[in-house]
């Protein structure tokens, strides 16, 4: 063997060994899209944009806001969503993650959009309570304005002792279309804040 010859043996054990010695590495960070985890991110952001500083004691008729919505699709496909807004009292039923079930309240709003994998939506909403009226140990919700438009809500909180407050959630499911059957789903995802509401 000449040294020409052994020099593209050398080269050859060498780069499989290398290849051999790197798979492990490799297939953690070249996973396929098929072997990684499949979810969609759904979020709610106060008014400087950080999980903080919510509304939360709120006036009759006072703007509120904004606060910021958002979904990031890591499903590994293009996604079609849905996200409805609702609002509720302390006794009415919120949606359940352990039954993977939405709220039975009617929606207020709704946003519908499409996402690739891997894309991001935000909005912003600005909310303002209205036609709010104290009745002895309870207040009146007549309606909410989201992003301008005014909804019907007729919902009447009564007085929390122990938390001292006339509560009320504004929150927000996330449901997601199923090509099957032709029909969106509940995502099992859903953000809100608690609001005590003031005349």
Known sequence: MNLKEYRTV???ASLALMIIATFPTLSMVMSSPSSRERFSEFWLLGPEHAAENYPFN???DEMQ???YLGVGNHMGCSEHY?????????????PSSTASKPSPLPPLYEFQFFLEDGEAWETPLNFIIRNTSLQK?????????????TFPVSCTSTWDSKNNGFYYQLFFELWIYDLGNSSFHFHNRFVGIWLNVTV
Request: positive net charge.
């Open 82 to 94: 849905l996200i409805y807004v609702k609002f509720r009292n302390q006794t009415q039923q919120p």
């Open 65 to 67: 806001g904004p606060i």
């Open 10 to 12: 050398f080269l050859v």
């Open 58 to 60: 709120v006036r009759a």
């Open 137 to 149: 140990d309870s207040i009146f919700v007549g309606n909410i304005s989201i992003n301008g438009v």
